[in-house]
């Protein structure tokens, strides 16, 4: 694709102006002792945990070895050749030996990790901070994860695990914005319907290629993608190339899963032809190439982010492909001021708004 020397200075200068984003990302936070009763199917469990930012961070091992045996046990291993940690759901586990051992003292410095972690074959993200050499997972990703319930009984300084029921946000806890903040207002009861209007959209800023998603109030979606390169001509089509893809799905419900973030899957999703399907239109001169869903790869589990999520703990990659084309650079207790689509799978980020 031919670009210009002002398209070049650009892009160099998007990549500077989102460096300041990636080390805020990585930031360390303070992590403290988890002080709370943790009831596993009602049995009292005294797990190696701690709170981070009001949320409660757990080793994988220590709950794969509690949830053994019950409706949601799941297996951790080794991923040799994508070198990542590998779990498989509904599948007992193998005990590696140092679960459920010792238990930390005192406030501890968390650094954010971005381990690769691959679930039954398919990427996933789990938020996690390694503290000390050992890697602890957010509980309730975890909880969407292998879909067990997580509920906060405040009244009894309680943190409640019930392999009988699915993963439900009537549970999460609410974190009061702190003064001074954000102005942005949260909320336990967001729909689809409140994304009426909002187009979300995946771009680098530079160059002629963008995917943009609409989602509708039942969850169903409906996205293009296009790709323009004026610079591939050929005989028949003299004005240059253009790869298109148009595809639509659905989403699963909205499941809340922390301050002004929710989470779902996407249940299906088709494209219109097949990538690489080509027609040349003889009244403009373009050669139309079908290509994929760019932006949608791998779409499985996605993060919804609404105006007022904090960065600090956001993927860098989300936060590398919203900023780009917005042109922003974040910091440390930074929020977004607008809406975020997170791709898990694919590792990507739209915004919108």
């Not at 992590?31 to 945990?49: H, Q, R, Y």
């Not at 999460?172 to 994304?195: E, R, S």
């Amino acid at each position: 694709m031919k670009r210009s020397l002002t398209s070049i200075l650009l892009i160099i200068a998007m990549l500077i102006a989102a460096m300041p984003q990636i080390a805020a990302a990585s930031a360390a936070a303070t992590a403290i002792p988890t002080a709370s009763t943790v009831l596993v199917d009602g049995k009292n469990i005294a797990f190696d945990a701690y709170t981070i930012d009001d949320f409660n961070y757990f080793k994988l091992r220590d709950l794969a070895y509690v949830l053994n045996g019950s409706a949601k046990q799941f297996e951790v291993g080794w991923d040799e050749f994508h070198n990542a940690i590998s779990l498989k759901s509904n599948a007992p586990y193998t005990a590696a030996g140092g679960e459920m051992t010792g238990k930390g003292a005192g406030s501890k410095k968390a650094d954010l990790t971005n381990s690769a972690i691959y679930l039954n074959g398919r990427a996933i993200r789990l938020t996690a901070y390694n503290i000390e050499g050992n890697n602890y997972f957010k509980l309730r990703d975890v909880g969407i994860t292998f879909d067990f319930d997580v509920v906060w009984d405040e009244g009894r300084n309680t943190i409640v695990i019930d392999t009988d029921k699915s993963y439900s946000s009537s549970g999460a806890t609410t974190v009061t914005t702190k003064p001074g903040q954000t102005d942005f207002a949260d909320k336990d009861d967001f729909t689809y319907a409140d994304l009426a209007g909002i187009s979300f959209v995946f771009a680098s800023g530079v160059g002629a290629w963008m995917t943009e998603v609409i989602i509708q109030s039942d969850g169903s979606f409906r996205g293009e993608h296009w790709d323009s390169d004026m610079g591939d001509d050929g005989p028949g089509y003299p004005n240059g190339t253009q790869y298109y893809c148009n595809f639509s799905g659905k989403f699963s419900p909205l499941i809340k899963v922390g301050p002004y973030e929710y989470t779902m899957r996407c249940e299906s999703m088709t494209q219109e032809g097949k990538p690489g399907e080509t027609v040349i239109a003889a009244d403009d001169g373009i050669r139309y190439i079908i290509s994929e869903s760019y932006g949608f790869d791998d779409a499985d589990i996605f993060y919804l982010y609404l105006p007022g999520r904090k960065v600090d703990d956001l993927p860098e990659m989300f936060l590398d492909w919203v900023s780009m084309p917005r042109a922003i650079t974040f910091e440390k207790g930074d929020v977004l001021e607008f809406y975020g689509l997170y791709n898990a799978g694919g590792e990507t980020g739209f915004s919108g708004g």
